[in-house]
């Protein structure tokens, strides 16, 4: 199961890093306020639109490339989220993951948390993607 | 109860009953190294962990799959769907107002 977007900036590399990389910048679309250390191991806390408060650690830096960063709510599943970016003719491509590295419960209802805690595993996951997708 | 599906058959029966809709017993074996008898088996144990649910039509019985355990994952990813839209929709805007302050100019998307 995995979340996939793909946008077309028309920003250089550069400029679509440091929206990426800069916690000030971060705090202008991510979230509000976003506090990142921006190197691998690097932790931080993320402030959503909807109020959810998200900790996270960084994986992966490699500039005007790739980031990755696993992130957790509060009480929630932990995912990882993948950045990468690409030069294209009028600017960047960014291509955005975000894959549940476990079960996730959309609501925290303790039944539905205890029906997910059962090992389910990524072909599971899958085949409810293609339900979806249906 | 998620033993169901710790089989490998089992999970190939789901994602064939997720993918092409409900199907009888033997229009699955067809496709399995196994035999009717035991695709029977399989859906037994689909049906009785709520997974699949079975229904007879004439002389045929078909199993479908139950949408509800599957609900969570898709509401997850409706909702980080959305909120990603919206996170690279400011995204995109943020820096379209950034190329603009420094003279630049930004295409009719």
Not at chain 1, 111 to 117: G, Q, S, T
Request: hydrophobic fraction near 40%; include cysteine; charge should be negative.
């Amino acid at each position: 199961m995995q979340i996939r977007r793909e946008i077309e900036l028309q920003a250089d590399l550069a400029s679509v890093w440091h929206a990426l990389t800069d916690s000030d910048e971060l705090s202008d679309w991510l979230g509000d306020p976003v506090e990142l250390e921006m190197c691998p191991g690097g932790n931080g806390t993320i402030v959503d639109d909807e109020g959810m408060v998200r900790h996270a650690r960084i994986r992966d830096v490699d500039p005007e490339r790739r980031l990755s960063l696993r992130w957790w709510p509060e009480d929630g599943a932990v995912s990882e989220v993948t950045f990468e970016l690409c030069p294209t003719e009028g600017g960047t491509r960014l291509v955005v993951t975000e894959t549940p590295l476990g079960p996730v419960s959309a609501q925290a209802s303790v039944a539905k948390a205890a029906y997910w805690e059962a090992r389910l595993d990524t072909l599971w996951l899958r085949v409810s993607a293609a339900a979806l997708v249906r | 109860m998620f033993g169901a599906l710790a089989d490998p058959t089992r999970r190939h029966v789901v994602e064939r009953l997720v993918a092409g809709g409900p199907e009888t017993a033997t229009a699955l074996a067809r496709d399995l190294p196994i035999s009717r008898q035991a695709v029977v088996k399989h859906l037994q144990s689909l049906s009785d962990a709520g997974l699949v649910d079975a229904a007879r039509e004439g002389r045929e019985v078909k199993y479908a799959i139950r949408p509800e355990p599957f609900s969570d994952a898709i509401e997850w990813m409706m909702r980080a769907g959305a909120q990603w839209d919206r996170r690279l929709e400011r995204l995109s805007h943020v820096l379209g107002q950034k190329v603009r302050d420094v003279g630049g100019t930004s295409e009719e998307r």
